[in-house]
């Protein structure tokens, strides 16, 4: 990954195992966005299972690539789903993909977040500046699920988070930066118009559990998927200037991706 020329021909390497194996991806998410995931994890070439009955969470995470855990709409049945779901996955040493919307808004779901994280150390935590920040114990401000902040401000926020947890820290925003130690990258693809469909951050969530199913460097994994996340956002924006038009062709734009487009469009540099 550190030699430029070979960046677009490892995203793609990654895209086709995702096509070819077709992980199944154990998504606890919120009612918002499990239709989107669902359609997004499709289009890319992965299986979605969208479970969350503490009944069954176990079962599914064992016959599961990845889980992906997201905070967005919660309640006692989902928070009973998102432990017994981490614990197993901890325990089968499964890829943790936690995506902590809102956090900072409500002392619930700060709390909720903080209980999670200790059950199980997440892979890959996915979030915007004000949600990293909040998760950092910073007390920074949120509009609901909506950040204050622009990404780069949260990078000290994300080092604190990956020092703590040992996990990759993703930092949504106008670029995205993904950090893990010492390690940085910068992913500077996407188009403004993505903050106009909800849920995007949350399928960018569901997309670096895809592949992290099929990548085990966890870093480089999370890095490629903001990568495909960002380019699939700018060919859609390229078909219409439109949040509803963008929804679609997003999911055309994933489903259709060639090596070729990844190489042409990729802005991803490391350090």
């Known amino acids: 990954m550190s030699q430029t020329s070979q960046i677009p021909q490892s995203i793609w ?11 199944l991806i154990h998504s606890i998410t919120n009612f918002v966005v499990m239709n989107n995931t669902a359609n997004a994890l499709l289009a890319l070439g992965a299986s979605p ?5 503490p009944e ?19 309640d006692a049945n989902f928070v009973e789903g998102m432990r017994l779901a981490m614990r197993q996955a901890k325990a089968l040493n499964k890829p943790i993909i936690f995506d902590p919307v809102g956090v900072g808004a409500t002392t619930y779901r700060n709390r909720v977040s903080e209980e999670l994280l200790a059950l ?16 950092a114990g910073l007390n920074a401000q949120t509009k609901g699920v909506d950040s204050l902040y622009g990404s780069e401000a949260a ?8 020092a703590i947890w040992g996990s990759v820290v993703v930092v949504s925003g106008e670029k995205d930066y993904i950090i893990q130690g010492e390690q940085l990258a910068t992913v500077a693809n996407g188009h403004p118009l993505m903050t106009k469909v909800t849920g995007m951050g949350c399928t960018a969530t569901a997309l670096v559990g895809a592949f992290t199913a099929v990548n085990s460097d966890y870093f480089q994994a999370a890095a490629h998927a903001m990568v495909v996340t960002g380019i699939a956002g700018e060919i859609a924006a390229a078909s219409k200037l439109a949040p509803g038009s963008l929804q679609l062709n997003f999911l055309d734009a994933l489903y259709e991706l060639t090596e070729g487009a990844i190489t042409d469009r990729y802005q991803l540099t490391i350090g």
């Open 155 to 162: 990078i000290d926020a994300a080092r604190r988070l990956s």
């Open 49 to 53: 299972a969208m479970v969350h009955a």
């Open 120 to 135: 199980a150390s997440p892979t890959v935590i996915r979030g915007n500046a004000s949600e990293i920040m909040a998760l």
């Open 13 to 23: 390497a990654d895209i086709l195992r995702i096509r070819y194996q077709s992980p």
């Open 56 to 74: 069954e969470v176990e079962e599914f995470v064992s016959i599961s690539s990845a889980l992906v855990v997201n905070i967005g709409t919660l």
